[in-house]
């Protein structure tokens, strides 16, 4: 029998936020026109305007929405419709002026930006799920909406609250984690200095103190005002999943943290439909092509490995940095299409046409102020073709070579004062071994530290640990079985140093990690500004290392290289302890560059990963599913380059190029 007519594959999302609130009526159909010129399949429509659409209490205005879904509707432009509760209306705050968030200063900010919100509120919360309430009732159904915008990038600019709504609120969230008084006296350590509670009353949010306050305290406010607005947006989602059945509910994530680190994103995955996020270059002086890689690979592993999709991103210069400088001809693509390449279902910018007012009238968008005789539209429009080409590798997925574990939790407990050195930076050392890796042209899946239970070492032969100051203590079986199974583990200083209230692992450190790496620290040394030790390797190499020493005291495990000099002259400064079938290395100091690379290696060759022999800054990243095999060939340099094919060949790609391999997978009885 002939095979069933195959479906035509659903196009990749590529379009932008779409305000036409800023603009009179005429130009909106000329907006349709050109959007269809473009090639754009998809907008985010509704995520500020929730003045226009209740301009007073309980009055609705619906007939311009009306009539803006229904002219992308009749165009086939999908809608991803906003709830537009990050920005209240003024009338709201006028009657409800508590509900501006506190600082820990004890000012109350003032209307007039966007994200003012005290999350805990419940008159914003009532006012939230009320318009939200209305949408779905208006266009639960309506054929446009194939995707819902809860809100916009919680925790951007604000997340935390310190009014007294939230200090009841953050009572009633800490007798549900800890259960007594006692318990919480307990895990906060609040025999340190006198800080015992005898009440519930008695407890207040981490205001400003004399002197440092008290850092488990701050780490469950942390977490309390992170919960809050998680609650907010699962009000809105549940909303929508009863109005709405069968469209996902999503909310712009920012999950790079070059971006921000206030919102737990491993949590905030469970509760999505449907992983998305926004990400912009930061143009801090370092190869942004290499933090966009970061945060790709990132956005994939909160999704669990899942196709996400790429909600906003600039088709050229920002304008909320110092500097904002202007993409150079073909990187918009190389941007867009390396998102794709790591996971994402499209390329979604903010925004389509550029505003004239405003705070971010200076932020590029698809449409620029100079209209279509320009080369950022020229870009988006070739940009539209080649994602309408690509439709194929819907729903396949990246494959990642190694594993990296990392913790927004571990991050903001590092982060708190009175730390050894206050130079220590866990996203310092986040991007060091990223870019160490990523220039081994390998792809990197991360993983949180309650999620190495049952790690497969043939799946993931190296597990990098760049720096987890909090770990559970369930880490040190989990690494245990994953090393003794065959894994190589590679470890940098500062790892496994408290549980999660900032309490030490009793014993030495580094606490939960020293039975796996064989080896405790007696004593740490951070190195002053400017000071710098040196540390020799086997072979006699000399390598500089800044910021951090301590005296290793081996208890099971080799020495690799050792301090050359400074107060740890002669100890260890590299290990490796051999267990089962596997290894875990320990660097106990900050290195950086080729010297990074020299101890990576090591470990890459102790996994068996060999050297891949691609130039510096080409990427070759793999999609995979059913529609077969999508090989994406980034090149971010400016001459020609050759890589591999399966079949043994080497194609080129041009300077500055993306290039896109298919394999189809065979359907049909092999070739007789």
């Keep these: 029998m002939p095979s069933a007519a195959r479906q035509a594959p659903l196009p990749l999302a590529f379009g932008g936020d779409y305000h036409p609130e800023q603009w009179p009526r ?11 010129e473009a090639g754009v399949t998809a907008v985010s429509l509704n995520v500020f305007t929730w003045a226009r659409l209740e301009p007073r209490p309980g009055e609705y205005d619906w007939d311009w929405l009306d009539t803006v879904i229904g002219l992308l509707h009749t165009a086939g432009i999908a809608v991803n419709l906003g709830t537009p509760t990050v920005v209240p209306p003024a009338w709201f705050y006028r009657a409800h002026p508590e509900a501006l968030p506190v600082t820990r200063e004890g000012v109350r900010l003032a209307f007039g930006s966007r994200g003012a919100i005290c999350h805990s509120n419940p008159d914003y919360r009532t006012a939230a799920t009320t318009i939200t309430t209305a949408l779905a009732e208006r266009y639960g159904d309506h054929p446009a909406v194939v995707l819902w915008h809860v809100h916009n990038e919680y925790g951007a600019p604000v997340l935390a609250c310190y009014c007294d709504i939230c200090a009841a609120a953050f009572r009633v969230w800490l007798s549900d984690r800890h259960g007594t008084v006692d318990a919480l006296n307990d895990a906060w350590g609040t025999a340190f200095w006198g800080q015992q509670y005898g009440d519930w009353e008695e407890i207040t949010p981490p205001r400003t103190t004399p002197s440092v306050g008290n850092p488990a305290q701050q780490l469950d406010y942390r977490r309390f005002a992170d919960a809050q607005a998680r609650a907010a947006f699962v009000a809105e989602r549940d909303i929508l999943h009863r109005l709405s059945p069968g469209v996902p509910v999503t909310t712009n994530f920012m999950v790079a943290p070059s971006q921000g680190h206030t919102v737990d994103y491993w949590a905030w995955a469970k509760e999505v439909d449907l992983v998305t996020n926004d990400h912009y270059l930061m143009t801090d002086g370092r190869r942004t092509h290499v933090n966009l890689a970061l945060a790709a690979d990132l956005t994939r592993s909160v999704a669990g490995g899942a196709p996400w999709l ?56 698809m449409l620029p102020h100079s209209g279509t005789d320009n080369r950022i539209w020229r870009e988006v429009t070739d940009l539209g073709r080649r994602l309408a080409g690509l439709a194929d590798l819907r729903s396949t997925r990246t494959r990642g070579d190694v ?84 894994g190589i583990l590679l470890v940098s200083f500062f790892s496994g140093i408290v549980d999660e209230n900032d ?17 405790t620290i007696e004593e740490f040394d951070p190195l002053l500004p400017g000071e710098t030790v040196r540390v020799r390797g086997a072979d006699g190499t000399l390598y500089e290392a800044d910021l951090w020493s301590e005296t290793v005291v081996p208890a099971g495990c080799e020495t690799v290289a050792t301090f050359a000099d400074g107060r740890t002259a002669g100890g260890a400064a590299l290990t490796r302890h051999a267990l089962g079938s596997g290894a875990a290395w320990y660097l106990a100091t900050r290195l950086t560059g080729a010297d990074l690379a020299a101890v990576v290696d090591l470990a890459l060759a102790d996994a068996g990963i060999a050297p891949s022999g691609l130039p510096r800054d080409v990427e070759l990243v793999v999609r995979e599913g059913e529609s077969g095999t999508f090989r994406f060939a980034v090149n971010h340099t400016g001459s020609e380059v050759k890589v591999p094919l399966p079949d043994g060949s080497w194609a080129t790609v041009g300077a500055g190029a993306v290039e896109v391999f298919h394999t189809p997978r065979r359907t049909g009885p092999p070739p007789s």
Excluded: C
Aim: net charge negative; glycine share 8%.
């Design 26 to 36: 005429e130009v909106w159909e000329d907006d349709i026109r050109l959007m269809r």
């Design 310 to 365: 790429l909600l906003e991103h600039a088709t050229s210069g920002v304008n909320w940095q110092p500097y904002n400088p202007a993409k150079r001809p073909g990187e918009m693509a190389r941007n867009s299409l390396g998102h794709v390449a790591r996971g994402s279902e499209g390329a979604m910018f903010f925004q389509w046409r550029q505003s004239r007012s405003g705070a971010e009238k200076f932020h590029s968008s």
């Design 403 to 486: 594993a990296v574990v990392w913790s927004w939790e571990s991050w903001g407990a590092q982060s708190l004062e009175w730390r050894p050195s206050k130079d220590l930076d866990a996203r310092e050392r986040l991007d060091a071994f990223y870019e160490t890796l990523y220039d081994r042209h390998l792809t990197v899946d991360f993983l949180p530290p309650t999620g190495l239970a049952g790690l497969d070492p043939a799946r993931y032969p190296l597990l990098v640990v760049p720096q987890l100051y909090a770990a559970p203590l369930s880490i040190a079986a989990d690494l245990e079985r994953y090393v003794t199974a065959g």
């Design 503 to 519: 309490t030490l692992h009793p014993g030495a450190h580094p606490g939960a990690l020293r039975d796996v790496l064989g080896l």
